[in-house]
């Protein structure tokens, strides 16, 4: 009975580590200004970031563009029931801003949905300029 206790124990643990996964967003924003005078000026940022439910995601780039994301694990029900835990897939809503907060882009009416590891490009052209977010989902 003692013997069990402490295997017991150990196994748990283990189970608890994987069971709590944290969402991490790999997040590349690629903004070109120029694109169709033939003079492309382009700047790019790379981040990876914690998700957390409540908050939303703010990247800004020295240019003024911003991104903002907010993601959270799909509501939809899995295909495979044999799974527990969250969904495979991850729900993202945004917006693109220029340098005077004016909305580019959004994508809050209309989600993205990406399974984990796979990856979404989100793109803004107009007026010589293109902002192109690329999304990728994954747990650590």
């Not at 939303?56 to 959270?72: E, H, T, W, Y």
């Not at 979404?120 to 007026?127: A, E, F, G, L, T």
Request: no cysteine; glycine share 4%; aromatic share 6%.
């Amino acid at each position: 009975m003692f013997v069990l206790k402490p295997i017991f124990i150990i196994i748990l643990s283990i189970i608890s580590f994987n069971a709590h996964s944290r969402l991490f967003l790999n997040v590349s924003i690629v903004n070109k200004k120029g694109i169709d005078k033939g003079l492309t000026l382009g700047s790019e940022l790379h981040s990876i970031e914690e998700v957390n439910r409540k908050e939303n995601i703010v990247l800004k780039m020295r240019s003024g563009i911003q991104v903002v994301l907010n993601a959270r694990f799909s509501d939809k029900p899995q295909e495979d029931t044999t799974l527990y835990g969250p969904s495979s897939e991850v729900m993202i809503t945004g917006k693109i801003l220029d340098d005077r907060n004016e909305v580019l882009k959004d994508f809050s009416e209309k989600p993205l949905y990406i399974a984990l590891d796979d990856s979404s490009v989100v793109i803004h052209s107009k007026d010589s300029q293109l902002v192109e977010v690329s999304i990728v989902p994954h747990l650590k």
